[in-house]
């Protein structure tokens, strides 16, 4: 396989970020997408049609007291203005009735931004949704609390509804009662038929001669995961707009396991008893299994653990695909489902008979209202019965849906929202809700809110709300909401410094981090920030929301606010405290101080005042930037990097590098930022750091990936994407383009290959590279991306090939060639001569000699 094909292979397969290659997409016979409240015909991001809210030949409705409205204020995380931006506002009981396919089952997905509309206040609204079959779909339901709980802009609740036997489908919404002024809303309707993929019988788990009918029941999505991959939006589903996430922030317990994705020449091969929409090739194409060590994988289970409401029945569908085993009993493992066998000896080649052949198991468990009992437990175990050949388990992709009871009810109550956060927003200073300001900070928003379905966030945060408090099961009214981002059990991210009682576990190692790095407190905080208003918002990532804000009367910050549904918590915190107070380097983003009073985890830099790298090179609306600029802001970020390698007392890998991380102060000098992923690196007697793997797809090293052996090369392969990004002004990802320009690493390869990278390079550039730099350039990115991480050049080498190449523009710029002698010395230092220079001034803390050795070594009078 060549290597360009492998990085295509590795990204498109490995991280599930492209179409479904092979497998054959559902047509619905229904689609009806109703932007509620708009008068027009919209289109939003995803470029799906949404219908205007008129009647219709597919809909109408029935109201005595309903006006469309439009919010007051549109949330920056918001994925898309329609259907967000325009509601139907009931003051009575209304009912939108939709004509259907009435032999086919059909998704019904109501979306709400809880906003104001004009004097309708978000708070006042709680309402029911039942069908005509006498489904109740949500009861007492407040979309403003269950978003204020789950830190989420908008909700998504997605339903699967049997067949309409009359051909209609309507949809009642209800103002309360119980509670007075109250209405009901609704921003955007989805009615699309589905096929009957959710029909079979289940067992009942603990009840073997119990079987479930599936076919005739309303179901609710709570959990769709791409087990082992990564998110994939509804229109990377086969057909039938289903959204998959990752699985890791529900695994409990340190027993993470490891991921794998097949080979890019596996081709997946679909039973002809099975539909190829099912899930898409994306889901069985990657998967989690435990590990190769069989001594560890049989003291311990691979777990994964879910919020859900009490005295309901779950239909739990695992999804297989075998691509590593191809015999039977070579891998052979226990299913458990709230402590209860479901499948003993599973066996996926026993099941398809064949390797790359998906499958799918489907159990029922029915799940108490007990004390404790609100949460439902996935876990695998090997089977030492069975005695396989390898002692271990894998799955590929995971749905949990709710079944209605006997009274046709799908609803749950409402989530309570976190203690800490009602009280941050509380304050003398905070104007009445009715003001501008006060609608941005009674937005909630967050980085992971465009995208997460209410269902699926509500575990995140009922499970942190359960053990922060410390309650059990009735105590806790089925939903919840904890402040810092824990997920099930412990995750990746939190570990075991979890919060309890309020009170952070790491509280007394940060408290020693306060002599050496400035302690905010939370009131100083939300003064500089003026209580997080939205308006200062300048950036989300994936800690959470940075703000500009002010300290001691005048100095410009950068304030980074932690959010729930991070990926990133407590151990990155900690990281990013230690890693920056103990670094300084003229491009390294300087941390001033931190905060960690009321369960808060907030991070105060230095303030960027040109942002990020990444927003002046494509997706803004900014000048680009020449090229000589760029290549210098290419130099810094270099510079930043090759002291975290050799400058620092100790090896230090960031692993996290990419144009987002790379920050520009007023004067455009490039920082290195974001260090909570970083990591020490090997000492005199390692190669590598064997760990476990963290990044962003895109830049993430394969080899990397593949071994789980850390060294600065990896730095060095995501620093080449960095500038080809830089070349190419387009995301290192772009999973809407042709399947061979997905990657940006292997399509700018294949054109380098084939000489036409050229072709690929920013229009706004042309005419603008000197030849001569322009194969510099390419050539150090080139071998930046080398598969191997000991053939890759060192950081100290890319810095100098940069340094030529920006002679080379220079000379090109100016109509003067560069001297032989000068191009020689500088061949020379690329390819590793001289360097011994640069250990002399390594330990250098503010990085000056350093810089000094590069550009007197390159540029006599220096820069």
């Known amino acids: 396989?060549?290597?360009?094909?492998?990085?295509?292979?590795?990204?498109?397969?490995?991280?599930?970020?492209?179409?479904?290659?092979?497998?054959?997409?559902?047509?619905?016979?229904?689609?009806?997408?109703?932007?509620?409240?708009?008068?027009?015909?919209?289109?939003?991001?995803?470029?799906?049609?949404?219908?205007?809210?008129?009647?219709?030949?597919?809909?109408?409705?029935?109201?005595?007291?309903?006006?469309?409205?439009?919010?007051?204020?549109?949330?920056?995380?918001?994925?898309?203005?329609?259907?967000?931006?325009?509601?139907?506002?009931?003051?009575?009981?209304?009912?939108?009735?939709?004509?259907?396919?009435?032999?086919?089952?059909?998704?019904?997905?109501?979306?709400?931004?809880?906003?104001?509309?004009?004097?309708?206040?978000?708070?006042?609204?709680?309402?029911?949704?039942s069908t005509s079959d006498g489904v109740t779909?949500?009861?007492?339901?407040?979309?403003?609390?269950?978003?204020?709980?789950?830190?989420?802009?908008?909700?998504?609740?997605?339903?699967?509804?049997?067949?309409?036997?009359?051909?209609?489908?309507?949809?009642?919404?209800?103002?309360?009662?119980?509670?007075?002024?109250?209405?009901?809303?609704?921003?955007?309707?989805?009615?699309?038929?589905?096929?009957?993929?959710?029909?079979?019988?289940?067992?009942?788990?603990?009840?073997?001669?119990?079987?479930?009918?599936?076919?005739?029941?309303?179901?609710?999505?709570?959990?769709?995961?791409?087990?082992?991959?990564?998110?994939?939006?509804?229109?990377?589903?086969?057909?039938?707009?289903?959204?998959?996430?990752?699985?890791?922030?529900?695994?409990?317990?340190?027993?993470?396991?490891?991921?794998?994705?097949?080979?890019?020449?596996?081709?997946?091969?679909?039973?002809?008893?099975?539909?190829?929409?099912?899930?898409?090739?994306?889901?069985?194409?990657?998967?989690?299994?435990?590990?190769?060590?069989?001594?560890?994988?049989?003291?311990?289970?691979?777990?994964?653990?879910?919020?859900?409401?009490?005295?309901?029945?779950?239909?739990?569908?695992?999804?297989?695909?075998?691509?590593?085993?191809?015999?039977?009993?070579?891998?052979?493992?226990?299913?458990?489902?709230?402590?209860?066998?479901?499948?003993?000896?599973?066996?996926?080649?026993?099941?398809?008979?064949?390797?790359?052949?998906?499958?799918?198991?489907?159990?029922?468990?029915?799940?108490?209202?007990?004390?404790?009992?609100?949460?439902?437990w996935v876990a695998l175990h090997p089977s030492a019965a069975a005695k396989p050949e390898y002692y271990d388990s894998v799955l590929n992709g995971l749905e949990i849906f709710k079944l209605n009871d006997g009274v046709g009810n799908l609803a749950g109550p409402n989530p309570e929202p976190s203690a800490l956060l009602a009280e941050a927003e509380l304050s003398t200073e905070q104007p009445s809700f009715a003001s501008e300001s006060s609608r941005k900070v009674h937005m909630i928003g967050s980085a992971a809110g465009g995208v997460a379905a209410a269902s699926v966030a509500l575990a995140i945060c009922a499970v942190?709300?359960?053990?922060?408090?410390?309650?059990?099961?009735?105590?806790?009214?089925?939903?919840?909401?904890?402040?810092?981002?824990?997920?099930?059990?412990?995750?990746?991210?939190?570990?075991?410094?979890?919060?309890?009682?309020?009170?952070?576990?790491?509280?007394?190692?940060?408290?020693?981090?306060?002599?050496?790095?400035?302690?905010?407190?939370?009131?100083?905080?939300?003064?500089?920030?003026k209580n997080f208003d939205e308006s200062l918002v300048i950036g989300v990532g994936?800690?959470?929301?940075?703000?500009?804000?002010?300290?001691?009367?005048?100095?410009?910050?950068?304030?980074?606010?932690?959010?729930?549904?991070?990926?990133?918590?407590?151990?990155?915190?900690?990281?990013?405290?230690?890693?920056?107070?103990?670094?300084?380097?003229?491009?390294?983003?300087?941390?001033?101080?931190?905060?960690?009073?009321?369960?808060?985890?907030?991070?105060?830099?230095?303030?960027?005042?040109?942002?990020?790298?990444?927003e002046h090179l494509y997706k803004s609306n900014k000048p680009p930037l020449p090229w000589k600029q760029r290549l210098e802001i290419c130099i810094g970020a270099a510079r930043g990097l090759h002291y975290l390698h050799t400058g620092a007392k100790y090896t230090i890998i960031h692993r996290d590098v990419k144009t987002t991380n790379i920050l520009l102060d007023e004067h455009w000098v490039a920082k290195v930022s974001d260090f909570g992923l970083s990591k020490t690196g090997p000492t005199m007697n390692q190669s590598h750091v064997s760990t476990m793997v963290k990044g962003s797809f895109g830049y993430l090293d394969p080899e990397y990936f593949r071994r789980q052996q850390l060294t600065e090369k990896s730095d060095v392969y995501s620093f080449g994407v960095v500038l080809f990004e830089v070349l190419c002004a387009r995301a290192a990802l772009n999973p809407s383009l042709p399947r061979e320009q997905v990657s940006l690493a292997d399509w700018a390869l294949q054109c380098q290959k084939r000489g036409v990278l050229a072709d690929i390079i920013d229009p706004q550039l042309e005419g603008k590279i000197g030849r001569e730099c322009l194969h510099k350039f390419a050539e150090t990115a080139e071998t930046c991306l080398l598969d191997h991480g000991v053939d890759r050049p060192s950081m100290g080498n890319v810095l100098w090939n940069l340094e030529f190449a920006l002679q080379l523009q220079e000379s090109f710029e100016s109509g003067e060639p560069v001297s032989e002698e000068m191009a020689d010395k500088a061949a020379a230092v690329g390819n590793g001569v001289a360097l011994a220079a640069v250990s002399e001034v390594s330990d250098d803390t503010d990085g000056q000699s350093t810089v000094a050795v590069f550009s007197q070594l390159i540029n006599p009078v220096g820069r």
Not at 59 to 69: E, F, G, I, R, T
Not at 159 to 181: C, E, Q
Not at 595 to 614: F, P, Q, S, W
Request: charged content about 15%.
């Open 1 to 129: 396989m060549s290597s360009q094909y492998h990085h295509l292979s590795f990204l498109l397969v490995s991280l599930c970020l492209v179409l479904s290659s092979s497998a054959a997409s559902y047509v619905p016979s229904d689609s009806i997408l109703l932007n509620c409240g708009s008068s027009s015909e919209a289109t939003d991001s995803d470029g799906r049609k949404w219908i205007a809210d008129s009647p219709t030949s597919t809909s109408s409705l029935v109201s005595k007291n309903s006006n469309p409205a439009t919010a007051v204020y549109q949330d920056p995380s918001l994925p898309s203005a329609v259907p967000y931006m325009s509601a139907r506002i009931f003051a009575s009981e209304s009912t939108y009735k939709f004509a259907v396919n009435k032999t086919e089952r059909h998704w019904v997905r109501l979306h709400f931004y809880p906003s104001t509309y004009g004097d309708h206040a978000p708070n006042n609204s709680y309402f029911a949704v």
């Open 137 to 376: 779909l949500l009861k007492n339901f407040s979309a403003y609390i269950t978003a204020k709980a789950l830190t989420q802009a908008y909700i998504v609740k997605e339903f699967s509804i049997p067949p309409a036997s009359d051909g209609s489908l309507s949809l009642t919404f209800t103002p309360s009662n119980d509670h007075n002024g109250s209405f009901a809303f609704v921003n955007g309707i989805e009615i699309i038929s589905m096929p009957a993929i959710y029909s079979e019988p289940a067992e009942l788990v603990g009840f073997s001669d119990q079987n479930v009918e599936v076919g005739d029941s309303a179901l609710l999505t709570m959990y769709r995961l791409n087990v082992g991959g990564q998110y994939l939006p509804a229109s990377n589903d086969s057909g039938l707009s289903r959204t998959w996430y990752d699985d890791s922030p529900y695994i409990y317990g340190a027993g993470f396991g490891v991921t794998s994705s097949a080979s890019g020449k596996l081709e997946i091969k679909y039973p002809k008893d099975t539909a190829e929409y099912l899930a898409p090739t994306d889901v069985y194409s990657t998967a989690r299994s435990m590990g190769p060590d069989p001594k560890v994988n049989m003291n311990f289970n691979l777990t994964w653990i879910f919020q859900v409401d009490g005295n309901f029945t779950y239909l739990v569908r695992l999804h297989f695909c075998e691509f590593q085993m191809s015999k039977i009993n070579q891998r052979v493992f226990d299913i458990f489902i709230n402590n209860q066998t479901a499948q003993a000896q599973a066996d996926v080649i026993a099941w398809t008979s064949a390797k790359a052949v998906p499958t799918y198991k489907d159990y029922a468990a029915y799940v108490t209202d007990g004390a404790g009992d609100q949460q439902l």
């Open 464 to 529: 942190a709300y359960r053990r922060k408090k410390g309650i059990t099961g009735d105590e806790f009214g089925g939903g919840g909401a904890g402040w810092l981002p824990l997920y099930g059990g412990n995750s990746r991210s939190s570990a075991g410094n979890s919060t309890i009682s309020g009170k952070s576990c790491a509280s007394s190692h940060l408290a020693n981090l306060a002599a050496i790095c400035r302690h905010f407190s939370f009131a100083e905080i939300k003064k500089a920030t």
């Open 542 to 614: 994936g800690f959470g929301k940075v703000y500009k804000g002010t300290v001691d009367g005048g100095t410009k910050v950068a304030i980074k606010r932690s959010n729930p549904s991070s990926e990133q918590g407590v151990n990155e915190f900690q990281t990013e405290i230690e890693m920056l107070s103990k670094l300084r380097h003229k491009h390294l983003v300087s941390l001033i101080g931190f905060c960690e009073e009321n369960g808060e985890m907030i991070l105060v830099y230095d303030y960027m005042a040109h942002g990020t790298l990444r």
